[in-house]
């Protein structure tokens, strides 16, 4: 049995806390960006500039919330926790990318290993020779990832 591990060291592990921190302050700086945006547009070019402004971030918003539909609707025609190869999964994950990214790439919701809405969360994809990739998600971004490849005597007994 040979097993692949791709994953942060130990002072990246310890830096988790600090990326956690991160992620909620972009939680709490965009929509701080966006009210500050529409201040500014109204102190400078009044009602006219928070039309404007206000128009650019419902159409940002939809585009976001187009993207996150067309993902599900893929991800709705596939068995949950089924990726094609779980290798080249393995080669184009990166940490700090989303779970979203990640379905995206894969076109199927991964199987969720933990608990239900319990952080940090664990999903796993399996290809067809029995390869896995389990993810571990910290506040909705990928923190680690590690692939699992059967030994030769099972491929053997696969194939």
């Not at 109204?42 to 971030?57: H, K």
């Not at 379905?103 to 199987?111: E, P, Q, V, W």
Request: net charge positive; with cysteine; charged share 15%.
């Amino acid at each position: 049995m040979r097993r692949c591990r791709y994953a942060f060291s130990a002072g990246q592990r310890r830096a988790w806390p600090a990326k956690i921190a991160a992620m909620n302050f972009q939680k709490i700086f965009i929509p701080a960006a966006g009210v500050t945006a529409l201040a500014l547009a109204y102190y400078l070019y009044g009602w006219s500039g928070v039309a404007a402004i206000a128009t650019g971030l419902v159409m940002w918003m939809l585009l976001h919330f187009t993207r996150m539909m067309t993902v599900l609707k893929r991800a709705a025609n596939r068995p949950i926790g089924y990726v094609d190869s779980a290798v080249m999964l393995n080669a184009k994950l990166k940490p700090g990318v989303t779970l979203m990214h990640v379905i995206a790439m894969t076109r199927a919701l991964g199987k969720l290993q933990t608990v239900k809405d319990v952080q940090p969360e664990v999903f796993r994809w399996t290809d067809g020779t029995d390869s896995h990739v389990t993810c571990t998600f910290v506040g909705g971004k990928l923190a680690h990832h590690e692939l699992f490849r059967p030994g030769p005597a099972l491929q053997a007994s696969l194939g």
